[in-house]
């Protein structure tokens, strides 16, 4: 895969919750660091909003939950680019036990590219464009994530034959 490797993160003790492990609001707090890694690389970070008076706004957001993690663990947190056009991105990011390598959740978020003067979305500006495109080029080889596009509902069972 050729995702984006964000900062490492570790668990703080603070995040942990009464049954010992993470607690739900910190594992988008965790995500949120990485969203800031990914789009500082692309360029689309605080410096760019000051520079440009655009931002990105999340429309949407999906964690996926698949292993616990606890206090102290180190986490590895990596991003791809898993489509987008000329006003949207839409990035998934995982979350994985760094010392122990497993996947413990991902988050799925759409994002609109916003001029921040008239508070409406804008598409994006030409050089931001090509370095998403650019990014693209890397990320559209990897396989669609199995947790993207999920939503929520109960599994459906199969039938007994």
Request: with cysteine.
């Amino acid at each position: 895969m050729s995702e984006f490797e964000c900062k490492p993160q570790a668990v703080k003790p603070e995040w942990i919750d009464y049954s010992g492990h993470m607690n739900i609001g910190y594992y988008l707090l965790a995500f949120e660091a990485a969203a800031v890694d990914f789009f500082r690389h692309l360029d689309l970070s605080g410096e760019y909003r000051a520079r440009t008076d655009h931002s990105l706004f999340a429309l949407e957001t999906h964690i996926v939950f698949l292993r616990e993690v606890q206090k102290g663990a180190p986490l590895r947190m990596t991003a791809q680019l898993v489509g987008h056009d000329e006003k949207r991105a839409r990035a998934f990011y995982r979350m994985y036990n760094g010392r122990e390598g497993y996947l413990a959740a991902t988050n799925e978020v759409m994002y609109l590219h916003m001029d921040l003067n008239k508070r409406k979305p804008a598409h994006f500006l030409p050089e931001s464009l090509a370095r998403i495109q650019a990014r693209w080029e890397i990320d559209k080889v990897s396989p669609m994530p199995d947790q993207a596009g999920r939503g929520i509902g109960f599994p459906v069972k199969k039938a007994v034959v």
